[in-house]
T-cell receptor, first 112, second 116 residues
Framework: EDQVTQSPEALRLQEGESSSLNCSYTVSGLRGLFWYRQDPGKGPEFLFTLYSAGEEKEKERLKATLTKKESFLHITAPKPEDSATYLCAVQEKKGGGNKLTFGTGTQLKVEL | SQTIHQWPATLVQPVGSPLSLECTVEGTSNPNLYWYRQAAGRGLQLLFYSVGIGQISSEVPQNLSASRPQDRQFILSSKKLLLSDSGFYLC???????????????FGPGTRLTVT
């Protein structure tokens, strides 16, 4: 069974203080790893898809990387508007349907 | 561009009452559709997914059912709600493209259900 573990559960940063969020996963064959951002009371917003180890994707202050066992979401010089819960999910190579297994997320708070 | 709608946005229902949540997608054809539930402090739990009209797969045995009467419409139902059905319900869609399978899912705004 797929397992996705995110750490830390919560992270507090000062504006401009760069850091990384971790997503470790256990799957028999990774089809894709996905990062989402979720604001309170809203649906998750898609950020990135990573398909193979060594792949990197960037968007504004966010950069996602992937190894064979984990993914990192690097946040460079964060701003208060980056405050949200960041979710990762994995898609396994088996069966039909596009079934994702989600982690419980990292709640990020960026303060002035 | 594609958009996904869910309604209602919030719902308070007594135990034992029926439930119907609706999700519609615009701007795409033959999407895969999904229902998730998100409980406080827990990850998203996949409840149902559908790859076409009338085709429903259930992931978790429960008090809920799903139907897909039209290509871009997905409905989550219950005949009698339980307290444990409370949560944040999210609908999502994804598309399969010829030559490559895209798996990212795009989520709707969600429905907050409170069973009292």
């Amino acid at each position: 069974e797929d397992q996705v573990t995110q750490s830390p559960e919560a992270l507090r940063l000062q504006e401009g203080e760069s850091s990384s969020l971790n997503c470790s996963y256990t799957v028999s064959g990774l089809r894709g790893l996905f990062w989402y951002r979720q604001d309170p009371g809203k649906g998750p917003e898609f950020l990135f898809t990573l398909y193979s180890a060594g792949e990197e994707k960037e968007k504004e202050r966010l950069k996602a990387t992937l190894t064979k066992k984990e993914s990192f979401l690097h946040i460079t010089a964060p701003k208060p508007e980056d405050s949200a819960t960041y979710l990762c999910a994995v898609q396994e190579k088996k069966g039909g349907g596009n079934k994702l297994t989600f982690g419980t997320g990292t709640q990020l708070k960026v303060e002035l | 561009s594609q958009t996904i709608h869910q309604w209602p946005a919030t719902l308070v229902q007594p135990v034992g009452s029926p439930l119907s949540l609706e999700c519609t997608v615009e701007g795409t054809s033959n999407p895969n559709l999904y229902w998730y539930r998100q409980a406080a402090g827990r990850g998203l739990q996949l409840l149902f997914y559908s790859v076409g009209i009338g085709q429903i797969s259930s992931e978790v045995p429960q008090n809920l059912s799903a139907s897909r009467p039209q290509d871009r419409q997905f409905i989550l139902s219950s005949k009698k709600l339980l307290l444990s059905d409370s949560g944040f319900y999210l609908c999502a869609w994804s598309v399969v493209r010829t030559g490559r399978v895209w798996y990212e899912q795009y989520f709707g705004p969600g429905t907050r259900l409170t069973v009292t």
